[in-house]
């Protein structure tokens, strides 16, 4: 069954409230929202509420999702996509997702080892 359906543990966790700090220590910056889908290994959709101290800037009403495609070689392909984000924190928003995706990738890179090793 699919995530709605409960028996993959993902309907036991839609709905759940999130909060977690963003960025480096010192930076006065946190996201909350709420789990709208979770299937294990393929989906994870949120809502993403974020906000930075003294920035005036926040963003509200958008959507983060995460897609996990398995490839033919071995590999996954992960997909980020926002939605619902304006162009006045485009700019912030794209910067926060570099980093924290090249982050991930360093991360996958020191658990399993450099693109093409098997």
């Avoid at 700090?21 to 930076?27: I, N």
């Avoid at 393929?42 to 005036?56: I, M």
């Avoid at 924190?89 to 996958?108: F, H, K, N, P």
């Amino acid at each position: 069954m699919d995530a709605a359906g409960g028996q993959d543990g993902g309907s036991r966790r839609r709905g759940v409230r999130v909060q977690v700090p963003l960025g480096p220590e010192g930076l006065d910056a946190v996201a909350t929202g709420r789990i709208l889908e979770l299937v294990p290994e393929k989906r994870l959709s949120y809502t993403f509420v974020s906000s930075r101290s003294g920035s005036g800037s926040s963003l509200t009403d958008s959507v983060v999702t995460w897609t996990l495609d398995e490839l033919t070689d071995g590999k996954t392909r992960v997909t980020l996509v926002h939605s619902g984000i304006t162009k006045e924190v485009y700019g912030d928003t794209d910067a926060g997702w570099g980093y924290y995706t090249s982050q991930l990738a360093r991360y996958c890179r020191e658990m399993v080892g450099p693109a093409g090793d098997a």
